[in-house]
C-alpha cells in the first residue's frame, strides 16, 4: 500500500496490484475495513479505482504531537492487516434503471452510432443489453462510473462539453458510462434520459448506487418516460 | 425574526462550517469558503461558531430586518458595512452592502443564527445539487429569511484586533503541500504569480500564469481530490478546488493547499494574483494548532463582552 497526503486533512492509500491497478472487490474491502474501525477523527472514506481515501481532522491525531499524518497512516496499514480486510466486499446489488434512448432525451444517440458504425436503434440495444459495475461515485452528488461498456459503444468525450446537462442524463465517455443524478455541466455523449433518481437527498443513503452494485438499463418509451412517478 | 432580501446581490447563500461524511456519495463538504470569517462572525454575536450564516460574493445584498438585531460581517470588505464588529440594527432598519473595497466573500451572521433546516447534516446551500441552506438556491430579491430570536446583550463599539486575522490580501503568497505529481512539474508553480479568472467560483479557483508543463504523461486514473488540491489540465492552467468542487478527479495533482490558507484563497476575487510556497503536513498542522489557538482566545475574549439574557 502506496500511502501520500492529500493536503493537510487526508491520506490517498494507493492498494497495490497487478495489471489495471487492485481490483474493485479489494479496494471496496479495504474502505469498509477503514469505515468498521470506526476510528473517531476520520471523517470520510473514499474508494475510487484502486485507491482509498481517508479524510481526517488533524486535531484528533495527537497522540504524537506534529505527526497527525503519520499517526492516519498508521491506522490505515493497521486497518490493511485486519483479518476480513481482504475478504470479500459487501455483494453488490442488481439495480435496473429504465432509460428512454435517443429523441430529446438523447441528443449525441445518432453521433455516437455514428462514430460506432452502428443504427441508432443497435447502439441502444447494445447499452441496454450488458451489465454494468459501479466503479465508483463522484463528479457530481450520486454520480456512478460505470465500467463494462461494450468495445463496441466506446465514444470518445464531446469536443465541447455541455454548460448544461439535465439530471438523469445517461451518459458514454470513453469507456465508460454514467448518469447525471443532478443538473450539471458535463462533456459526456448524452445518448439518454432515466426519469429514476438517483439522488435524494431526503433519503440515507441519498446516493442510490454504491460502488460494487451491478445495473442493467431497460429501455423504455418517450411516453414511460413522461408517465413514470 | 424576519430578515427581507431587499437586493440579493450576486450570490448570497446561506452557509455553515459545511457537512462531512458524505464524500462517498459525491456530496462535497461545502460550506463557508472562508470559515474563519464565518466563524468570528458567529462569534462576534454570541454564536455557536459553526450556525448558518450569509456568504455574500462580491457584490453584496441590501436586507430588511423586522426586528433590532445584533449582527456581525467579517471576511470581504464592503462600503456602508462596518466589518470584525458587531453591529446593532434597529427595528426597520436596513444593511445595504456598497462597493467592494477588499475581498471576495463576506459572512454575515445574525445572534441566534439563520433558521434553516439541515440536509445531509449541514445547513449551507450546495447549489450543484440545489440543497441546503434557502430553498437550496442563492437568494433572491424578495426572499424572506427567518433567524433564531435570541436576546442578548452585547456592548458595541470595540472591534477585534486584527492581528488576529489571516493576512488577507489581493496579492498574497499561499502555502502549498507537494502533490503526488509535483516533480513532473518542476519548480514553476513556485516562481510566478498567477491572475484569477473571472470563471472562478465555490468549486474551483481558475488560475493564469507561468503554464505548467507536465513532463510524464499518459492518463491517470481518477482518485479522491479534496477541498485545496491543485489539479493541472492538459492546457497547463491550474485549477485549485474549492469547498463545493467535485470528490473525483483524474488530472494531475501539482500540489495541495493547506487549510490555514483557504481563507486567503476564497477571498481571492477575478483579477488578485496568488504566489505558492512549499510546505509540509507536519507545518500545515502546526498553522492549523496556531490557528485554532488564536480563535480560542478571541472566543474566551468575546465571551466576556457577550451575554445571554
Redesign the interface.
Known amino acids: 500500500m502506496k500511502l501520500?497526503?492529500?493536503?493537510?486533512?487526508?491520506v490517498?492509500a494507493?492498494l497495490e496490484a497487478g495489471n489495471g491497478?487492485a481490483s474493485l472487490a479489494r479496494v471496496l474491502s479495504f474502505?469498509e475495513a477503514v469505515v468498521a474501525a470506526k476510528r473517531p477523527g476520520i471523517?470520510?472514506?473514499?474508494?475510487?479505482?484502486?485507491?482509498v481515501?481517508a479524510?481526517y481532522d488533524?486535531?484528533r491525531f495527537t497522540k504524537a504531537l506534529?505527526?497527525?499524518?503519520g499517526e492516519v497512516c498508521r491506522f490505515l496499514e493497521s486497518c490493511a492487516g485486519r483479518p476480513g480486510a481482504a475478504g470479500p466486499a459487501p455483494a453488490g446489488r442488481l439495480l435496473e434503471v429504465p432509460v428512454c434512448y435517443g429523441g430529446i432525451h438523447g441528443p449525441d444517440l445518432e453521433r455516437v452510432a455514428e462514430l460506432c458504425k452502428v443504427s441508432a436503434g443497435e447502439a441502444a440495444s447494445l447499452h441496454a443489453g450488458a451489465e454494468y459495475l459501479v466503479h465508483?461515485?463522484?463528479?457530481?452528488?450520486?454520480?456512478p462510473?460505470l465500467g463494462g461498456l461494450p468495445e463496441a459503444l466506446r465514444a470518445p468525450r464531446r469536443d465541447t462539453p455541455r454548460a448544461h446537462v439535465p439530471a438523469g442524463s445517461v451518459a458514454i465517455g470513453g469507456s465508460q458510462t454514467g448518469v447525471y443524478?443532478?443538473?450539471?455541466p458535463g462533456g459526456w455523449q448524452i445518448i439518454g434520459r432515466t426519469p429514476m433518481a438517483l439522488?435524494r437527498?431526503?433519503e440515507t443513503?441519498?446516493?442510490l448506487l454504491r460502488p460494487g452494485d451491478r445495473v442493467r438499463f431497460r429501455a423504455i418509451s418517450p411516453q414511460d418516460f413522461s408517465s413514470w412517478t | 425574526m424576519d430578515v427581507s432580501v431587499v437586493r440579493a446581490g450576486m450570490q448570497t447563500t446561506v452557509q455553515d462550517l459545511g457537512r462531512?461524511?458524505?464524500?462517498?456519495?459525491?456530496?462535497p463538504a461545502g460550506g463557508a469558503a472562508d470559515p474563519f470569517a464565518l466563524r468570528v462572525a458567529n462569534l462576534l454575536v454570541g454564536n455557536a461558531e459553526d450556525l448558518p450564516a450569509l456568504e455574500v460574493t462580491l457584490i453584496g445584498p441590501e436586507l430588511e430586518f423586522a426586528e433590532a438585531a445584533w449582527i456581525a460581517v467579517c471576511g470581504a470588505r464592503f462600503e456602508n458595512v462596518p466589518a470584525w464588529r458587531p453591529v446593532r440594527v434597529e427595528a426597520g432598519g436596513r444593511i445595504r452592502f456598497g462597493k467592494r473595497l477588499q475581498g471576495c466573500r463576506a459572512y454575515l451572521s445574525i445572534a441566534g443564527g439563520f433558521d434553516v433546516e439541515p440536509?445531509?447534516g449541514g445547513r449551507g446551500t450546495?447549489l450543484?445539487?440545489?440543497?441546503g441552506g434557502f430553498q437550496g438556491r442563492a437568494l433572491r430579491d424578495l426572499d424572506v429569511l427567518r433567524s433564531v430570536r435570541s436576546e442578548r446583550n452585547l456592548s458595541g463599539h470595540w472591534s477585534i484586533d486584527e492581528r488576529v486575522l489571516p493576512h488577507y490580501s489581493p496579492e498574497p503568497t499561499v502555502r502549498v503541500?507537494p502533490?503526488?505529481h509535483a516533480e513532473e512539474f518542476g519548480e514553476a508553480l513556485y516562481t510566478g504569480r498567477f491572475g484569477v479568472c473571472a470563471r472562478s467560483n465555490r468549486m474551483g479557483i481558475r488560475l493564469e500564469g507561468p503554464r505548467l508543463a507536465r513532463a510524464g504523461s499518459g492518463d491517470l486514473?481518477?482518485?479522491?481530490?479534496?477541498?485545496?488540491?491543485i489539479q493541472v489540465p492538459p492546457d497547463g492552467n491550474p485549477i485549485v478546488l474549492m469547498v463545493d468542487a467535485?470528490?473525483?478527479g483524474g488530472y494531475p495533482?501539482v500540489g495541495?493547499?493547506?487549510?490555514v490558507d483557504f481563507p486567503l484563497l476564497a477571498q481571492l476575487a477575478p483579477g488578485d494574483g496568488v504566489r505558492f510556497s512549499r510546505t509540509t503536513?507536519?507545518e500545515?498542522?502546526?498553522l492549523?494548532?496556531a490557528l485554532?489557538h488564536r480563535i480560542a482566545l478571541l472566543h474566551q475574549g468575546l465571551s466576556e463582552k457577550v451575554r445571554s439574557r
Open positions: 501520500e497526503p492529500l493536503g493537510d486533512s487526508a490517498l494507493t491497478g474502505a471523517t470520510d472514506v473514499v474508494p475510487a479505482y484502486g485507491t481515501a479524510f488533524p486535531s506534529g505527526d497527525a499524518y465508483a461515485i463522484g463528479f457530481t452528488p450520486g454520480f462510473y443524478p443532478v443538473d450539471s439522488f437527498p431526503a443513503p441519498a446516493a | 462531512r461524511g458524505h464524500l462517498a456519495e459525491g456530496v440536509v445531509m450546495l450543484s445539487a440545489g440543497i503541500i502533490g503526488a486514473v481518477s482518485t479522491a481530490v479534496a477541498p485545496g488540491t467535485q470528490t473525483l495533482r495541495h493547499v493547506a487549510s503536513v507536519g500545515a498542522h502546526a492549523a494548532r485554532e
